[in-house]
């Protein structure tokens, strides 16, 4: 309400001339409570682990939306003189801007003040495993994994007895969430250990494997009362893929024009530091299973590719190669990957369409023949500049998992999803989380 107040003063100071606000204006404030109550911005934060303001911006885009409609629509009542055109634009950007901002903030200091979320997490052992290393290698989400409890040994046991144990731990351990890793959802011991859950008055996470292969992307349906999940076809409609092509071309043609001074001096700083072609070029597998050659600056001694083999034992990742201090690298090199600059080159491959600028990850040939099965589906899209794999930090994931993740990038492809990576690429390149 306070960033609508300032939003709508600021507009009026600066785009208003002689327009004065009334005392009417006031009573349109609460609307703005209202509308983030009625879009979910009040309760989503109790209901995820992972509370990102950005997630959020579509419904704060509706929310600056609606309250520069209402704004327009009631303008007699709320202000002395005319609001013109350029006083809407301005007020519903001032407060997008303001409301994603000052959520932002708050959402900050809040998590440095904020006890961890304590999580007790129910399942298949290997499954709840796998959920505490994510939260472990994930600090900013906040959250500390008090216990497990084995999924087995609860099942076929009276309700009561489902109450009892986790009643018991809940209040032992201080439970805030209880997070529910079965192997399947549709058995009934599960969905009674979630009412069971419910019931004790804690938050609930639920983990189905079927999210593993059809991901987040779908609708719920309601069929004469009855509720299903509507799950779309896999793959990008043709309008898709010209909306994707055409941010691809428009951002890689604005890249290369702003990046070109640094372009030009890259190139003259690795010609002057070592000898060797200023590019680095390697056949890489992308849409379809088409090679193409992905385009970067030679980082390392001409001889690179050479002296793998006598390094082979010093790799540090699965599925890859990389050594954080990798001895082939030039002292100009060192700089071009720390900072990323040596992958600006392929905004080259993204003009001339053998790229993305959001995408799975480009394999290497001999990696490509590694992935099997459904996620051979990862190849349904052109390869991207950065991605899923590049924001989690592609150094520290295996590359079992990495393919994984980009089948469900496939999966789940929005438009919003791409801007959301590309925003979010920036400051993990700034942090240099990659090697």
Known sequence: MTAAALALVLVIMVLGEDDTLRLASLAALPLVVLISKVIGLYDRDELVLHKRTLDEAPALFQLATLYALLVFLLER??????????????????????????????????????????????????????????????????????GIIDLDPLVGKPASADLQQLRATVIEQHVHRVIIAPVSTDSADTLELVRVAKLLGVRVSLRPRMLEVV??????????????????????????????????????????????????????????????PVFFRQTRVGRDGERFDILKFRTMVPDAEERKAELLELNETDGFFKISDDPRITRVGNVLRKTALDELPQLFNVLAGKMSLVGPRPLVVDEDRRVEGMHRNRLHLTPGMTGHWQILGSSRIPMSEMVNIDYLYVANWSLWVDVKILLRTVPFMLARRGL
């Not at 801007?97 to 200091?109: F, G, I, P, Q």
């Not at 024009?257 to 190139?267: D, Q």
């Open 77 to 146: 009542a709320l202000i002395d003189g005319e609001v013109g055109r350029m006083q809407i634009v301005g007020l519903w950007g001032f407060l997008f801007v303001l409301t994603l901002s000052s959520r932002a903030a708050a959402r900050m200091l809040a998590r440095r003040r904020a006890q961890p979320e304590r999580c007790l997490l129910i399942g298949e052992p290997a499954g709840c495993q796998r959920i505490k290393r994510k939260l472990e290698s994930a600090p900013a989400i906040g959250a500390e994994v008090v």
């Open 215 to 276: 991901g987040s992307s779908v609708e719920f349906d309601d069929v004469d009362g009855m509720a299903m999940l509507a799950i779309r076809r896999f793959g990008l409609t043709r309008s898709s893929w010209a909306v994707k092509r055409s941010l691809d071309l428009i951002g890689s043609t604005i890249g290369l024009l702003a990046a070109a001074p640094i372009l030009a001096a890259a190139a003259l700083a690795i010609r002057l530091d070592s000898p060797g």
